[in-house]
């Protein structure tokens, strides 16, 4: 028989079961990704109105990864339960992504973050076998099996070049982790590059280009190691007015460039790109 990993051999969720009844959850909903960077997950499972949650103990979360995958978020131990006139109002940051609230059928679980578990948190990888939707509960179904276990502090895995598009925070966490994220490295150091850095709360664009030793890697490294700004001036101009200002940029490559490309090259390249997109006129770009 094949030897395979399952989720109670890494977790033990027998012990939980000796406790109280265990649910296991995997979140999805078309707004995941920008629910997770915003830290509503917690809130957004706190309010449910199915019957299983009205006495369940512990709730396993897990995060809907691609295809049939789960990544996991957290367990969480049910400490109480608000209904009805007592039950707490959406955040107006969760509200845009729920249905309204339904004060006669909903309920609200105050959950608590058990720490210890947190060692696996965004690295258990598992397959969400579905008998039954989107909850389980946990020894009334097939065990899930164990896909893999990611690096420490790993983000995602490299998607190539021109189809980069990743956060501050997510670039922050590659960058400061290089041994999980090889391959970002390898490719990103091996090329100059024209980049773009889009504000996402005001739609502002940031044209800039590379032609260090390290490429793109060592010039994105000076955005995330430091203030944010690069040292660039308009950049400084958002940090006076917000000082968390780099929490909307979200990085991309706009053109890919040799390695050997010397510096002339690369900013007449990225004068072209400021004059195709305005960023000059309308954008974050002075020069």
């Not at 006139?85 to 959950?111: A, G, M, V």
């Not at 490429?215 to 000076?222: A, F, K, P």
């Not at 991309?252 to 460039?257: F, G, Q, R, T």
């Amino acid at each position: 028989m094949e030897n395979r990993i399952l989720l109670k051999d890494i977790l033990p969720l027998d012990d939980l079961k000796k406790q109280g009844k265990v649910l296991l959850v995997r979140h999805y909903h078309e707004r995941i990704k920008v629910m997770t960077e915003n830290n509503l997950i917690e809130e957004y499972q706190s309010f449910q109105d199915k019957r299983a949650f009205f006495d369940c103990k512990y709730i396993v979360s897990f995060i809907a990864g691609e295809k049939n995958s789960g990544i996991f978020y957290g367990v969480f131990e049910v400490i109480g339960r608000l209904k009805k006139e007592n039950l707490p109002r959406y955040s107006k940051e969760l509200e845009k992504y729920c249905d309204e609230q339904d004060y006669n059928k909903d309920i609200f679980l105050n959950l608590e973050r058990i720490p210890k578990f947190d060692i696996y948190r965004n690295r258990l990888v598992i397959n969400w076998i579905v008998p039954r939707g989107w909850y389980n509960t946990y020894g009334e179904v097939k065990d899930k099996e164990v896909i893999k276990i990611l690096p420490n502090n790993f983000v995602d895995d490299f998607p190539g070049l021109m189809n980069v598009m990743v956060s501050y925070l997510d670039l922050k966490k590659i960058i400061t982790n290089p041994d999980s994220h090889s391959v970002w490295f390898e490719s990103l150091k091996s090329l100059q590059a024209i980049y773009l850095i889009l504000d996402k709360k005001s739609g502002n664009k940031y044209i800039g280009t590379t032609y260090g030793e390290n490429g793109l890697w060592q010039r994105w490294e000076t955005y995330v190691k430091g203030d944010g700004t690069g040292n660039n001036k308009e950049l400084k101009v958002l940090k006076e007015k917000d000082p968390d200002f780099y929490l909307n940029f979200q990085f991309s490559i706009l053109e890919v460039l040799s390695k050997t490309a010397d510096q002339k090259y690369c900013t007449q390249k990225e004068s072209i790109w400021k004059e195709k997109l305005g960023s000059r006129a309308f954008g974050l770009n002075r020069n």
